[in-house]
């Protein structure tokens, strides 16, 4: 089945201490992005990815970062959460980033920094 | 830049009723059109698309015209239910100079009621 995959779905952490959402996809899609979703404010990008080795910063990068070794794989590192990093989570997936490409979305990770 | 606007919810109709949700653009490209749809607990899922101006996107009875006069895409659906409650994300992909701008507007809450 084709899928966009994250781990993990909930993760409750202190300030401070370094973490990485996983995410993964099987449909050997070019583009790959995180986006965080908030309360009023719907999807902000942070990162995205148009190849292995290619990535840029969105609209909210602070605080992240981001690496594409390989095709499949793009994980989030915060290295020092903050409790402004609450939030809820997306990890997106399309064949080209070319512009009408639709997004395939993980199912989100709901992310608690205390 | 680039950004959209899409009426603020959150929306509450009976069954069988007539849907509207707005949605504005304002774009320095010829963009792409999307909405999303997010269910409880769930990423957001492809809904309906358009590329070029006067194309009408359609799926599962909701229809959007890409109207590049009045920069709008506007959401309808002549007769909702229940399983249509969720959070409609209207979006813009943009891409220029070699690089994706996606755009998404903050999202509606529907809620239909039996």
Same mark, same amino acid.
């Given at each position: 089945?084709?899928?966009?995959?994250?781990?993990?779905?909930?993760?409750?952490?202190?300030?401070?201490?370094?973490?990485?959402?996983?995410?993964?996809?099987?449909?050997?899609?070019?583009?790959? /992005?995180? *986006?965080?979703?908030?309360?009023?404010?719907?999807? @902000?990008?942070?990162?995205?990815?148009?190849?292995?080795?290619? +990535?840029?910063?969105?609209?909210?990068?602070?605080?992240?970062?981001?690496?594409?070794?390989?095709?499949?794989?793009?994980?989030?590192?915060?290295?020092?959460?903050?409790?402004?990093?609450? /939030?809820? *989570?997306?990890?997106?997936?399309?064949?080209?980033? @070319?512009?009408?490409?639709?997004?395939?979305?993980?199912?989100? +990770?709901?992310?608690?920094?205390? | 830049?680039?950004?959209?606007?899409?009426?603020?919810?959150?929306?509450?109709?009976?069954?069988?009723?007539?849907?509207?949700?707005?949605?504005?653009?304002?774009?320095?490209?010829?963009?792409?059109?999307?909405?999303?749809?997010?269910?409880?607990?769930?990423?957001?899922?492809?809904?309906?698309?358009?590329?070029?101006?006067?194309?009408?996107?359609?799926?599962?009875?909701?229809?959007?015209?890409?109207?590049?006069?009045?920069?709008?895409?506007?959401?309808?659906?002549?007769?909702?239910?229940?399983?249509?409650?969720?959070?409609?994300?209207?979006?813009?992909?943009?891409?220029?100079?070699?690089?994706?701008?996606?755009?998404?507007?903050?999202?509606?809450?529907?809620?239909?009621?039996?």
């Amino acid at each position: 089945e084709a899928q966009v995959t994250q781990n993990p779905r909930y993760l409750i952490t202190v300030t401070g201490k370094k973490l990485t959402v996983t995410c993964s996809q099987n449909m050997n899609h070019e583009y790959m /992005s995180w *986006y965080r979703q908030d309360p009023g404010l719907g999807l @902000r990008q942070i990162y995205y990815s148009m190849n292995v080795e290619v +990535t840029d910063k969105g609209d909210v990068p602070e605080g992240y970062k981001v690496s594409r070794k390989e095709k499949r794989n793009f994980p989030l590192i915060l290295e020092s959460p903050s409790p402004n990093q609450t /939030s809820l *989570y997306f990890c997106a997936s399309s064949p080209r980033g @070319r512009g009408n490409s639709p997004l395939h979305f993980g199912n989100g +990770t709901r992310l608690t920094v205390t | 830049g680039d950004s959209v606007t899409q009426m603020e919810g959150p929306v509450t109709l009976s069954e069988e009723a007539f849907l509207t949700i707005n949605c504005t653009y304002t774009a320095t490209g010829y963009p792409s059109l999307f909405w999303y749809v997010q269910y409880p607990g769930e990423g957001l899922q492809l809904l309906l698309k358009a590329t070029k101006a006067d194309d009408k996107g359609s799926n599962k009875g909701f229809e959007a015209t890409y109207r590049k006069e009045t920069t709008s895409f506007h959401l309808e659906k002549g007769s909702v239910q229940v399983s249509d409650s969720a959070v409609y994300f209207c979006a813009l992909s943009d891409f220029q100079g070699g690089s994706e701008k996606l755009v998404f507007g903050k999202g509606t809450k529907l809620t239909v009621n039996p």
